[in-house]
């Protein structure tokens, strides 16, 4: 009803519409507040969601929803947007302008739906359509399930299939009755499944194994150790019989009572194994070359990959979340704090104390893009302990790499230099030239900051040399770039613009969305030195909306500076005064002293 009602509505919600199953009655997994808010801020793109819609008129439908709890910290709702709550219970902690209790369908209802389902078996035969409308408590969903093997069995009598159902000796009692509506649902359940092949209802089974929210065909067909044709086959007859539904193209969901349902019937260890498998090495394989198809592939799968941690083995988890490092390193923070620090609890089970130091500094670069440094910092230092630990000197140049970078970023240049110089030792007595060129790069741009930039130019070459033997796009991408703002700062804005382009396409062709903002700033600051205001203001717009959309704070407080530069030369006071204060706002809550002091000398001029 509360979808229908969104459908009705939609010209009220121009800033559009948004859906979530809270999955609330799920005896194995609740949607949990976090995770419900993650998704949200991945459909909407945005870092905050109630700023995300905050002043749009927007429906947001959160249904099936356990507690109170569980939207939390998707309330109160802003004065522009409607929020819809479903649920089984009356949530009486919840507070609501307009509480609608919704009862089963009435006795005339129940009889509409079930004939137009079955025809005119029900005035053929009508004490027993009345009697299945019993048997089904009213309920749509039991309604729609029985009705379909009434239909399934057209030569067998209405009232036979009745007594048949109403034979308690045959019913699966999984709920105690109690008068629970539930129980009578799952005796229809029950029925339909016992009409099932033996291929559809052990498929039927193993999907209520599966703890995600919905599953495409590649996987069901590891779920069931069969050919994806015939888990094409098989997800069709169970649709057929609406025991599972079409939530996308090629992706198949169930209604949580029917997965409770299935669920208790199934014991299939292997199947989930299979099926973890599948997912784990499908990571792997797409983490490789991250081109558009597997990011694709990740982002329909990220709901389920992150609702696997708490089910894999802690091999399985650690293998996941080394696969899934580079993508969702490229914005997708909830789920990489949730995935990382279940890789880490995982670590600790496996006493893997360099897998462990990994997800420590993993969780560091996450608050690092967040803009909380001094937390990003915390994790750093303590993956370093760890890896000294574990004499894993490759792990050690890493973190003390990271350690570096938010040294640099936070204006203490001096620890920055000693810490990316340990990296660098560290990583060449680990014979590790990935290590090596990161190290190489940090430095440069420590001396960058110094002003020492012919320093910082030598240091750039050799890592773009490593880079390039390596084949590593994204340090190529960061070491052009270093070398176009040397170059800009030279004089030379010709090499700066070529440098900054060609690192422009590298970030564009591999969908890295932070590092393509970088590249369009620094052309923009090309475009800038050479008086070209309006160039560079377009290419600041669009490095703007790119870090907002990959909640990127310290590329939004650069973006805004440039904006803040290029539109107060071309007279646009009132507009770069507003650029350089929403700057400083950000710079100064993720301690960025050099857009801090940008924003402050813009607002002086």
Avoid at 150 to 171: I, K, N
Avoid at 302 to 312: D, E, K, R, Y
Avoid at 358 to 376: I, K
């Amino acid at each position: 009803m509360a979808v229908r009602f969104g459908h009705q509505a939609r010209k009220r919600f121009p800033g559009g519409q948004l859906y979530i199953d809270l999955r609330g009655f799920d005896s194995e997994q609740p949607l949990s507040a976090d995770d419900a808010l993650a998704r949200l801020l991945n459909t909407l793109e945005a870092q905050q969601f109630h700023e995300a819609i905050t002043g749009k008129r927007v429906l947001l439908v959160l249904d099936n929803v356990g507690s109170a709890d569980q939207i939390a910290p998707l309330l109160p709702c802003p004065p522009s947007c409607t929020i819809v709550v479903t649920s089984r219970d009356t949530l009486p902690d919840l507070s609501a302008h307009h509480r609608v209790e919704l009862d089963v369908l009435s006795q005339q209802d129940a009889l509409t739906l079930l004939t137009k389902m079955i025809g005119t078996r029900t005035q053929a035969e009508p004490q027993a359509a009345e009697a299945l409308i019993a048997q089904c408590a009213q309920l749509p969903l039991a309604l729609r399930v029985a009705a379909e093997l009434v239909v399934s069995r057209a030569t067998t009598s209405l009232s036979t299939l009745v007594e048949e159902l109403a034979d308690r000796g045959r019913r699966l009692m999984l709920l105690d009755g109690g008068g629970d509506q539930r129980a009578a649902v799952r005796e229809v359940f029950s029925w339909s499944y016992r009409h099932l092949s033996f291929e559809a209802a052990r498929a039927f089974r193993l999907l209520g194994l599966h703890p995600g929210l919905d599953i495409d065909i590649t996987a069901a067909a590891a779920l069931f150790g069969t050919e994806i044709a015939k888990a094409s086959l098989l997800l069709e007859v169970l649709g057929r019989a609406h025991l599972v539904h079409t939530t996308a193209p090629g992706r198949w969901g169930m209604h949580d009572l029917l997965r409770a349902f299935a669920a208790d019937l199934a014991e299939d260890n292997q199947a989930t194994q299979r099926l973890f498998d599948h997912y784990v090495n499908t990571a792997e394989a797409m983490s490789a070359p991250l081109d558009q198809a597997s990011r694709a592939w990740l982002d329909a799968e990220l709901p389920n990959l992150t609702a696997i941690c708490t089910h894999m083995a802690a091999g399985h988890i650690v293998r996941l979340a080394t696969a899934l490092y580079r993508y969702l390193d490229g914005g997708r923070h909830a789920e990489a704090l949730t995935i990382h620090s279940y890789a880490e609890q995982a670590a600790v089970r496996l006493n893997d104390l360099s897998a462990q130091a990994h997800a420590v500094t993993n969780l560091g670069s996450v608050h690092w893009q967040l803009g909380r440094y001094e937390d990003a910092a915390t994790h750093y230092r303590r993956a370093l302990d760890i890896h000294l630990k574990a004499s894993d000197q490759a792990g050690a140049a890493r973190a003390l790499t990271r350690l570096g970078n938010v040294e640099e970023q936070t204006g203490r240049y001096e620890q920055a230099a000693e810490h990316h110089a340990q990296a660098l030792a560290h990583a060449r007595a680990a014979e590790h030239p990935s290590g090596e060129a990161r190290a190489l790069t940090n430095l440069g741009i420590v001396n960058e900051r110094l002003g020492n930039l012919d320093t910082a130019a030598t240091l750039h070459e050799q890592a773009l040399d490593r880079f390039l033997r390596l084949g590593d796009w994204v340090g190529e991408a960061v070491a052009r770039t270093r070398l176009g703002m040397i170059a800009m700062r030279t004089g030379a804005h010709d090499r700066a613009m070529q440098e900054h382009e060609r690192a422009l396409a590298i970030s564009r062709e591999s969908g890295h969305l932070r590092g393509e903002a970088h590249s369009l700033i620094n052309i923009g600051d090309v475009h800038r030195s050479g008086g070209r205001y309006t160039q560079a203001a377009a290419h600041y717009r669009d490095a703007l909306e790119l870090c907002e959309l990959t909640g990127h704070e310290y590329g939004r407080a650069t973006a805004l500076n440039g904006l803040g530069d290029a539109l107060g030369s071309t007279g646009m006071i009132a507009e770069a005064r507003q650029h350089y204060a929403e700057a400083l706002a950000i710079a100064v809550k993720i301690g960025d002293l050099d857009e801090q002091g940008r924003a402050h000398t813009g607002l002086a001029r």
